[in-house]
Nanobody
Framework: QVQLVESGGGLVQAGGSLRLSCAAS????????MGWFRQGPGKGREFVAA????????SYLDSVKGRFTISRDNAKNTVYLQMNSLRPEDTAVYYC???????????????????WGQGTQVTVSS
């Protein structure tokens, strides 16, 4: 059974930092693109960042560029999201997701993602 388990969420003041982790089990995703999405209060699920299998390819939501960094450790079957300079509008439940494909233009949509975590809450206070 494949599981993605997020951790690292919490409450932080504006300007602060958090590092989210997503540990995968049940299969290896070392050849697959992985990503992070978020869903704020009353909003739909939004793409945040994605990373290719070898970490050479990444993609980010415009509003998080320069503040968030996605990375992965294939030996640990884990993907990370380092979030700096957090803003109140970053408040959301953050979801980790995994594909069974390589990196491509569709990684900014939910379409290629087959596996999802349960989400971790990030709250940024002003």
């Amino acid at each position: 059974q494949v599981q993605l388990v997020e951790s690292g969420g919490g409450l932080v003041q504006a300007g602060g930092s958090l590092r989210l982790s997503c540990a995968a089990s049940g299969r290896t995703f070392s050849s697959s693109a992985m990503g992070w999405f978020r869903q704020g209060p009353g909003k739909g699920r939004e793409f945040v960042a994605a990373i290719g299998a070898t970490s050479r390819s990444t993609s980010y939501l415009d509003s998080v560029k320069g503040r968030f960094t996605i990375s992965r450790d294939n030996a640990k079957n884990t993907v990370y999201l380092q979030m700096n300079s957090l803003r109140p509008e970053d408040t959301a439940v953050y979801y980790c997701a995994a594909t069974e494909r390589g990196f491509g233009p569709m990684v900014v949509t939910t379409e290629p993602y087959k596996y999802w975590g349960q989400g971790t809450q990030v709250t940024v206070s002003s």
